[in-house]
């Protein structure tokens, strides 16, 4: 078992940026994938990108691609999110996840280790 903590989030104008962070705990075995979703209010909770831990293969949901960029450290076992040309939609609450596989998968139901969230609000 994986725990998994964001931290990061805050207020920003639009075109702004951020830098989340997830902490993990727990052993990370070089198969796990992790990934970043997100859920607006009212909405449902959306992929938004996913890296392999063992040789950094990325995906991105289009809505965040050339803008977010997500990458981690196995240093001291941590995923990042930086945010950039933030917009007033990207306003969500931002969870971690985490599971093991190799396939870089979109899919919530996929991810079993999960985060409390942090939260990202986009003022225009």
């Known amino acids: 078992q994986v725990q998994l903590v964001e931290s990061g989030g805050g207020s920003v104008q639009a075109g702004g940026s951020l830098r989340l962070a997830c902490a993990a705990s727990?052993?990370?075995?070089?198969?796990?994938?992790m990934a970043w979703f997100r859920q607006a209010p009212g909405e449902e909770r959306e992929f938004v990108a996913a890296i392999s831990w063992s040789d950094f293969r990325t995906y991105y949901a289009d809505s965040v691609k050339g803008r977010f960029t997500i990458s981690r450290s196995n240093t001291n076992n941590t995923l990042y999110l930086q945010m950039n040309s933030l917009k007033p939609e990207d306003t969500a609450v931002y969870y971690c996840a985490a599971r093991v596989g190799a396939a870089l998968g979109a899919r919530q139901l996929l991810y079993d280790n999960w985060g409390q969230g942090t939260q990202v609000t986009v003022s225009s």
């Open positions: 727990g052993r990370i075995f070089s198969n796990y994938v």
